[in-house]
């Protein structure tokens, strides 16, 4: 299949009185990683949950994978096929990794309940399956170490990989990344971002991120949008977006 | 010595039971962060139901499972009309719903089945069994074996399988779980329907042993106690708190119930959960609400 994944015609979306979106129309190629990136307030967040549904755009469309929707309500998202991270980690603390992982299979669980509760029937090989699928997925991004250790107690950094296991696990079409660096060192940022790098190659994950470290999103995106108040300032390539003087006004030119 | 062991075995034994009905209650706590006050008339509806049907003559399992059938639609039913239209309000407006239900579940049984005590006999009998020179209850212990198989498989069910792992990400993080594909309608609908089987065999035991009755809704306010004592969101604590008030109520009613004048074994269970609730407050095996700042 071929044609953008991801289309966004004239998206608006407003919280009382403030316009977080302004008409915003853009698209994510199939296979490629698109960076969002806009000052504090652009309405980059606020794009991510209008695209998983935590948010319903006030008008425009969101057209996923040739099916257009207003809203679609987030665990609907997941079962599409869109998969996120949260800014903020969003992971049961209280669990193990694997268990967080494992969490992120269980929208593809095909077994019925009956079936489940008494270990029968598809239920055996079913479980083998997502545990393979887990622990295949904590090998990629080099966690089995922290396999069975209680999320709350890993460093940020390793928190932010589980994040991304978790929400990898369930092989999303499109994938959205929240800032998965926010907080990082360089060596951590370069780290990450190479996971991202392989996810999108080996596992063919469309990846659309928000990154405010501009360094990083030139090296790692194939494509680049950039918001200022709501509003759309750039699309192109990182080159393209790097020479675009309406960019450079809205944010690069922000050299001090 | 002998007396002593005695008293304590009983105890532990009537404590499962105690047990059993507060693991519904933990389980419905962790699924949806509310103290399900319904949970005493679904125990008095599954035994209520359960009796009418055997005093029509019919077979000992079908009618069990009929009761079931009965309590896993109560269970969904719940979850569409009372729960569903309020996910996402504050807790309190939760307890507040399951406390009419457990109103709308009391009078719809008594409407529809009578208010009358029954006798139910589940054709155990109650011969003591000697054990060296301790005797036991029979029929205590096979409803504490009953209650100890199922109190071992639900635990084991809502910890290692999907469900248990939905369970306890909905419990950890809510949004988070919706937003991976965790489906909480259908995690309520599992739950309640539990909590409906746990409260037939609960009814069953319960009602066996002191006549199916409107004072079954009582084992409600049994459960508190153990809830407080273990924690309410542990299926371990569930177990240990059911069988520290079980081991207390009784060793408390033969050993202080001269000196105080008897009828310990009512208060006795409360005044403990009030000790743990003044230095654990959140239980043995609560987890403690830490608020990051």
Redesign the interface.
């Known amino acids: 299949m071929s044609g953008p994944i991801l289309q966004l015609r004239d998206v608006s979306l407003s919280f009382k009185g403030i316009q977080a979106l302004n008409a915003l129309s853009f698209d994510v190629a199939r296979g490629e990683i698109c960076a969002l990136i806009g000052p504090n307030g652009a309405g980059k967040s606020s794009l991510l949950n209008v695209i998983n549904g935590v948010y319903r755009a006030d008008s425009g469309d969101v057209i996923f994978d040739q099916q257009r929707f207003v809203r679609i309500h987030p665990t609907r998202a997941a079962r599409f096929g869109i998969g996120r991270t949260f800014q903020h980690n969003a992971l049961f603390k209280r669990l193990s990794v694997r268990d967080n992982v494992l969490a992120g299979l269980i929208r593809h669980s095909r077994t019925t309940l009956l079936e489940h509760a008494f270990g029968v029937g598809r239920d055996r090989s079913e479980t083998r399956e997502f545990g393979r699928r887990a622990d295949d997925i904590i090998a990629f991004l080099e966690l089995p170490r922290h396999r069975d250790a209680i999320v709350s107690t890993l460093p940020y950094g390793v928190q932010k990989r589980v994040d991304l296991a978790r929400a990898l696990v369930g092989r999303p079409t499109l994938l959205l990344l929240d800032e998965p660096m926010a907080g990082m060192n360089q060596d951590e940022k370069r780290e990450m971002s190479r996971f991202i790098l392989d996810a999108n190659r080996t596992l063919k994950t469309t990846i659309v991120l928000i990154e405010h470290d501009i360094g990083v999103v030139m090296g790692l995106s194939h494509h680049v949008v950039v918001l200022d108040y709501g509003r759309k300032v750039g699309d192109g390539t990182p080159e393209e977006v790097r020479n675009n003087p309406d960019v450079i006004t809205a944010y690069l030119g922000a050299v001090h | 010595m002998n007396f002593f062991v005695e008293t304590l075995v009983g105890g532990l034994l009537a404590g499962v039971m105690y047990s059993l009905v507060a693991i519904g209650f933990v389980l419905v706590f962790k699924a949806s962060g509310v103290f399900n006050f319904a949970q005493g008339s679904m125990v008095l509806c599954a035994a209520l139901t359960f009796v009418t049907l055997r005093e029509k003559n019919i077979d000992f399992w079908l009618a069990a499972l009929i009761t079931l059938a009965i309590m896993v639609a109560i269970a969904i039913a719940v979850e569409r009309v009372v729960l569903r239209p309020l996910v996402n309000q504050p807790q309190i407006t939760l307890f507040m719903a399951t406390l009419g239900l457990s109103f709308v579940i009391e009078g719809l049984s008594q409407i529809a089945m009578g208010a009358s005590v029954h006798e139910l006999d589940l054709g155990i009998v109650d011969t003591p069994i000697k054990f060296g020179d301790i005797q036991v209850s029979q029929f205590d212990l096979v409803a504490a074996a009953t209650a100890g198989v199922l109190v071992v498989a639900l635990s084991i069910?809502f910890s290692k399988?999907?469900?248990g792992?939905?369970l306890?990400?909905i419990a950890?993080?809510p949004?988070?779980?919706?937003?991976?594909?965790?489906?909480?309608q259908t995690l309520w609908q599992?739950v309640w329907g539990v909590a409906g089987f746990v409260s037939l065999v609960a009814g069953l035991l319960w009602g066996a042993r002191q006549g199916v009755q409107f004072a079954l809704t009582l084992v409600v306010l049994k459960a508190l106690p153990v809830l407080i004592i273990g924690g309410f969101t542990s299926i371990t604590g569930a177990i240990v708190g059911g069988l520290i008030v079980g081991a207390g109520d009784s060793l408390a009613e033969i050993y202080l119930g001269g000196l105080l004048g008897g009828s310990v074994s009512t208060w006795f269970a409360y005044a403990l959960a009030v000790i743990f609730l003044l230095i654990r407050p959140a239980g043995l095996f609560g987890?403690a609400a830490i608020e990051r700042i």
């Open positions: 069910f399988t999907r469900v792992i939905s306890r990400a950890d993080d949004q988070a779980a919706l937003s991976i594909g965790i489906r909480l599992i987890e």
